[in-house]
């Protein structure tokens, strides 16, 4: 097939490259199209004339050969409701999405350059096809249907064309006129490296290499910057070899093809994706790190318990691969946590013989707050135990007011502290709560600027209240409540969490009329704040990785805050979400089996979007947290500008 048929294919969503693989997609009988043209001779016209015509008669045999029930043809069949399956966001979903569109250039460019062939051979004086002419012209097609994919373990030279969104390269084989992607990681656009063949993924056109070495460096490659001797072989850093702005872009580049691809928005309908924020520290930033060793060889087996004869690998997980890599620093980790994971290597090297499995090891940064005695003397060193450094690490605050004395804590259950400019959380050591303490002051900062409207419409009411819906142990509620006359309210479905969330209210000197938090089921979590005007009310948002789901999305556009304000760390499914917010609508994303029968009796707000925003909380990697903000529509029910 030329590339001229395979680029038109793309355009009509479907993706395949070969006749073998259109007929496995399009479930045709596995024998000849009788439309198959000469590869010349396609054009838009007669390739989509071909194509629908096919594909109507195929689908036309199905409904033939089908035995209707009593011999009448539809009496009894019930009409087959499309379930549409909402996006994951997934990083293999993610990846697919840029292999897809750079496959695309490159047809596009094959397209070009055969273009010109065509042209040069339609020059030439027509020869009077001979007996067999078809059958070879049909053997060229077989031989370009059934691409050779390169055994396993094949070293490559593979020049590295693009970073995908989940921080790998995307390249092709140099010298190959194939174009077959390989997945590449630690590399960046502009590189040629050599890489070792691991596994295919032919259904979908490309393939995951292991980088071994860099053979011609790219201009953005500098590998001065390399920090951690680990690089390139641990999968925790992808991007150690960029300048920090290049990353910086690189994210923000991230977020536009989140929305690109998940919202299912016009371009229109998605304003211009800010610069991302970066985070005051690109290395010393993680206040927790898991590390975790495996249990003896043999020692899994039901009944049988094996102690450990020598002292395991403690590390992370190597790229592509399940074993534990022995990891003895990690220095994208604060001070602390480096410091625990030191102990903690010192205290397994004497204990290991008294494993009989394998475990994760919690290192988790614990502050304590010392203010600066009035009499000016010297701050004594406070015991900071449960922690297990011997000394904890003092460090003095700019003014010279305080010092924080940080220590590091493994055990899950113990409360660790932490503060934001002056305010104080204590959690579940063994909690969520964000890892990067560096950032969270620009960022709670950033919310704090954008959370009320920069202007309301005349006559429109005063925003008054907060509801933070995902609130865990009190994030936004707590550090945005100054804000909002009428309080600010969390809310979450964990009891733990609401329990550390009015701890931290208390700490911070917030009463109930000013900050409460609220323990909610999920399919009720608004019934709980119906006293509330949404015409006074801001709602924040940062759910999961999965994002939100079908019932919490009803909810809330039916409740319909005057604005919403989505914080994310998985851009992909916050696009998702924001444009479910942006059409009014939730079937058509998360499929009609999650549909509310009474969906269309009732009001279901919709939203247009304000700005968009990437942060950098986790400098070296791939990874960016979102910021949406959104503002309610009045007297309109439904987008109907969508992708």
Known sequence: MSATARLLFSRSF??????????????????????????????????KADFDNEFHKH??????????????????????????????????EVLLHDINALLETLTVADVVDEGATEAQAAAKPEVEKVEGEEKTEDKEEAAETKQELLAQGTEIEAEVLSLSSTGDGLAKQKGSDSNHIYVVPFTVPGDVVKARVYRHVPQDGYSHADFLEVLTPSPLRDDSRIQCKYFAKCSGCQFQMLDYSEQLKHKRSIVVKAYKNFSNLSPELVPEILDTIGSPLQYGYRTKLTPHFDGPPGGNRRGFKKPMEEMPPIGFTPKGLRKVMDIEDCPIATDAVR?????????????????????????????????????????????????VLSTPIATPSADGSYTDF????????????EYIDSFIFQNPAGSFFQNNNSILSPFTDHIRQHILPPSLPEGAKPIKNLIDAYSGSGLFTIT?????????????????????????????GLDESQCKFIAADAPKLFESVSQLDADETVVVL??????????????????????????????????????VLVRG???????????????????????????IRGFDFFPQTGHVEGVAILNRVDGQRECVCVA
């Open 585 to 611: 609508r939730v079937g058509d994303t998360f499929g009609e089996a999650f549909v509310d029968p009474t969906e269309g009796e009732k009001k279901m707000s919709r939203y247009v979007i304000e700005s």
């Open 406 to 417: 940080k220590t590091c804590i493994t055990d899950n259950n113990a409360t660790s502290t």
């Open 339 to 387: 410091a625990g994971l030191k102990a903690e290597r010192e205290r397994m090297s004497k204990e290991f013989a008294s494993y009989t499995r394998g475990a994760t090891i919690l290192l988790r940064e614990s502050t304590k707050r010392v203010p600066k005695p009035a009499d000016g003397s010297n701050i004594a060193v406070p015991d900071l135990k449960p922690g």
């Open 14 to 47: 479907i993706k395949p490259t070969t006749s073998a693989s259109i007929r496995s997609q399009l479930a045709l009988p596995n024998n000849k199209f009788s439309w198959a043209r000469s590869a010349s001779h396609y054009t838009a016209s007669t390739f």
């Open 480 to 508: 945005q409540s100054s804000l909002f006359p009428g309080g600010s309210i969390g809310i979450d479905i964990a009891d733990k969490s609401i329990d550390f969330a009015r701890r931290n209210a208390r700490l911070n």
């Open 59 to 92: 689908h036309q045999h199905n409904k033939m050969g089908k035995r209707q029930f009593n011999g009448k043809p539809g009496k009894f069949r019930k009409k087959q409701k499309k379930v549409v399956v909402a996006s994951e966001g997934s990083p293999e």
């Open 542 to 579: 940062d759910p999961p990785r999965k994002g939100c789901d079908a019932s919490f999305l009803r909810q809330l556009m039916q409740f319909a805050p005057r604005r919403v304000v989505y914080v994310s760390c998985n851009v992909h499914t916050q696009a998702r979400d924001v444009g």
